[in-house]
């Protein structure tokens, strides 16, 4: 910018704490007669939203290819375990499935690997039964201090 340099649409990433911010930057110099330059003129325009919208659109099309791309049921889980832990940015993902009263973990990302097969009740799985009761998806954020999980 001292030097005159005009900016057009940049993009710029921020992280705070545990967010991404996406932006696109424009920046004009304010130039003194003598052609210094004395000032600036910055727009700044948050598309974070429109950058995780795209991030998830491109997510599901991945699931949608691995759905696709394979006959075998317990890949195409796995798969769209880990594909769905990266469209949502989680450290984690499990799907467990419900047999009579059991809840049995079938498929599971970024834990650790004895998780797979592990049996619960409903008093245990408080987020899956809250689901299942509400039909409504259960948003955990933080899995270990949620009270539900």
Do not use: C
Not at 34 to 46: K, M, N, P
Not at 58 to 74: V, Y
């Amino acid at each position: 910018m001292l030097a005159g340099k005009v900016f057009r649409s940049v993009e710029v990433t921020h992280t705070r704490e545990d967010q991404v911010l996406y932006f696109v930057l424009s920046a004009r110099p304010i130039i003194h007669d003598r052609r210094r330059t004395f000032g600036s003129i910055v727009i700044l325009t948050d598309i974070t939203e429109r950058r995780q919208e795209e991030e998830l659109r491109k997510a599901l099309i991945d699931i949608n290819l691995t759905i696709n791309s394979s006959l075998d049921f317990n890949n195409i889980m796995q798969q769209v375990v880990i594909e769905a832990a990266k469209a949502l940015r989680s450290d984690t993902s499990a799907i467990s499935l419900r047999k009579g009263d059991i809840w049995k973990v079938s498929y599971a990302h970024g834990f650790p690997s004895d998780m797979v097969g592990r049996e619960t009740v409903d008093e245990q799985e408080l987020h899956a039964a809250l689901a299942i009761k509400t039909k409504n998806p259960v948003a955990i954020n933080d899995a270990y201090h949620d009270e539900r999980v």
